[in-house]
């Protein structure tokens, strides 16, 4: 689905790289978070994958079909919701399973011809989501798609993304600093950190889903208590708060 | 009262307070210099059931039309180009601002020179008068271009004409519209002094021959007659184009 054996990543003019020697991969139905300090490299991994920047050394084989959620919405203002969706579609207009993505996200069909400016916050996200899941891609890539929302709005996005995710079980990469959203949507967590960043540790969640805050509470308290020094990036990359705050 | 009719009223209200403006003043003066609103509006029905009027209205209008089209292809694609390109747009920032500055009457007179008496010449002249003000004006939009949004087009794979046309040229379209409303404005300006130097027809011809005459009346008419179709353009063509691009804005 998605194998990437990254050499370096380097800026244009830098001398240290921002990443190095990182080995990711995703299965084909496989959820897995990735999660490290804020500013550590996780928006440009990315950025690489979804094939945006090919200025990397190392080698990548990502499925072309590709879904994206990004922090913000990132809706063309000037198209409706329904050419919205119609704009990543192969044969650019809605079919019947983008306008059933639309009604599962809680989209009424009124919905369907107002411009992004004429909806709240909440709906752009679930229209964005729907965009993500319309070409029925084979891998997902979310980056800190829920940041800066209100926990319950968050939440109600979160499932709708694993109800859809299971429908279709795509891959799936999604970016995160907060550990507690991981261990509450994983499979498998990949943890990043120093500088340049690379992979700190590999973790996976055998909980059942649905799963309770108790359940991810837990699960956190045996992962910090194998490894204290985790969300430090082990060689620090960003102060350790940023990270464990919720 | 709607917003709108209210200011249909005061538009209809300023445009006949001219006119009476111009009435009160042509009475006042009575002189052959000033034609009264009268004298102008027997002459444009004179001149309109002759056929002469229209004959010269189409001609500068195709004029317009052609040398509007040709800035604006060849503006709007050098403007993507060089706000794209700042290595390109550094190269010819020079050219640009010589662009900008040579007076119309020098392109008019260089081009007849070059390119003889002739309809080329004319819209050649007038278009190269108004491509560097395109080029600058869509050079601005397409440096404010939101990178994020191309790379949703590319992100998701979508194909380059269809990405051209619903992501990127949609933000360029307001500086499009701005382009095109000062433009058409100065060209049908520029295409009257082409005719009155070099063309035996249009307007600008027809006013030369007036003018010849002391004929104001004529003048006006012609004037009038042609501001009456720049506006007309405007209301029913650049107004509803500018609802349906931007219409997402309000």
Sequence with gaps: MMHLQLARKTWPGADSAVLADIELHVAAGEFVCLVGPSGCGKSTLLALIAGLDAEFSGTLRASADLGLLFQTPRLMPWLTVRENLALVLPQGRCDAHALELLAAMGLDAATLD??????????????ALARAFAARPRLLLLDE??????????????ELLLAQWQAERPGVLFVTHDLDEALTLADRIVFLGGAPAQVVLEWRCGVLRPRSPAAVAGQRAVLLGAHPDLLA?????????????G | MSIARSERRLRALSFLLLLLGWWLLAAVLQSPELSSPAAVAARLWEHALSGELWRHLGATLARVVASFVLAMAVGTALGILLGRSRRLDVF?????VLGL???A???IILCYVWFGLNDVAAVLAVALNKIPTVVVTVREGARAVDRELLD???????????????VYLPQLYPYLLAAARSGLALIWKIVLVVELLGRSNGVGFRLNVFFQFFDIAGILAYTLAFAAVVLAIEAWLMRPLERR????RS
């Excluded at chain 1, 798609?145 to 979160?158: E, G, I, K, T, Y």
């Excluded at chain 2, 010819?92 to 640009?96: A, E, I, K, S, V």
């Design chain 2, 101 to 103: 500055n040579i007076p």
């Design chain 2, 105 to 107: 009457l020098v392109t």
């Design chain 1, 114 to 127: 107002r411009y992004p400016g004429q909806l709240s916050g909440g709906q752009q996200r679930r229209v």
């Design chain 1, 145 to 158: 798609p829920f940041v800066s929302l209100d926990a319950p709005v968050a939440q109600r996005l979160r």
């Design chain 1, 233 to 245: 990036g082990r060689r620090g990359c960003g102060p350790a708060q940023e990270s464990a705050d």
């Design chain 2, 245 to 248: 691009l931007l219409g997402w």
């Design chain 2, 92 to 96: 010819c920032d020079g050219w640009l």
């Design chain 2, 152 to 166: 949703v087009a590319r992100a998701f794979r979508v194909p380059r004409l269809r990405a051209f046309r619903q």
